[in-house]
Every structure is written in C-alpha cells, then in structure tokens.
C-alpha cells in the first residue's frame, strides 16, 4: 500500500496543476478516474510546499466542472432523437 501511495503522490507532483485539471476533468465524465486518487495526493504535496492550495483547488473544481460540461454537451449533441 506505501508503494501505491508514493506512486501516486509522485505521479500527481510530476503531471503538476495541468494532470490535477486534466485528471479531474475525466473524472466528471464518461472515464473513470475517482477523485479520491486525485486530490488527497494533491493535498498532501499542497502541505509539503510543493503545490499551492489555491490553485490546487482552482484546477480540481474547474477540472470537473469542465469534464461534466464536455459530457454534457457531448450527450446532448449526439443523443438528439
């Protein structure tokens, strides 16, 4: 389970603000990414000085608002009846 950890804290500090956005952003639409594998590494490099919390948490919120906005105009273009 550390091995996981590590990766993912390492995964998340090495995509930066971009893979947090992006990751979310799948997330909130068809892929399955859990946001509870995005953002507590997030938080964790946002407490160690390596991120700041704010951005953090700008590019997670916009991320999935962007991801849920793409699915639906996405459902809504290509499922007319």
Same mark, same amino acid.
């Given at each position: 389970?550390? *091995?996981?950890? *590590? ?5 998340? #500090? ?8 992006? /990751? $979310?952003? $799948? ?21 160690? #000085?390596?991120?700041?919390?704010? =951005? =953090?948490?700008?590019? #997670? ?8 906005? /793409? %699915?639906?105009? =996405?459902? /809504? %273009?290509?499922?007319?009846?």
């Amino acid at each position: 389970m550390h *091995n996981l950890i *590590n990766w993912l804290v390492e995964s998340i #500090g090495a995509r930066g603000y971009p893979g947090i956005f992006l /990751l $979310m952003a $799948m997330e909130s639409s068809v892929i399955p990414v859990p946001s509870e594998l995005v953002m507590p590494p997030a938080g964790y490099l946002v407490q160690a #000085g390596k991120m700041d919390m704010l =951005v =953090v948490i700008f590019c #997670g919120a916009f991320g999935s608002l962007f991801g849920a906005y /793409l %699915n639906y105009f =996405v459902r /809504l %273009n290509c499922c007319k009846p």
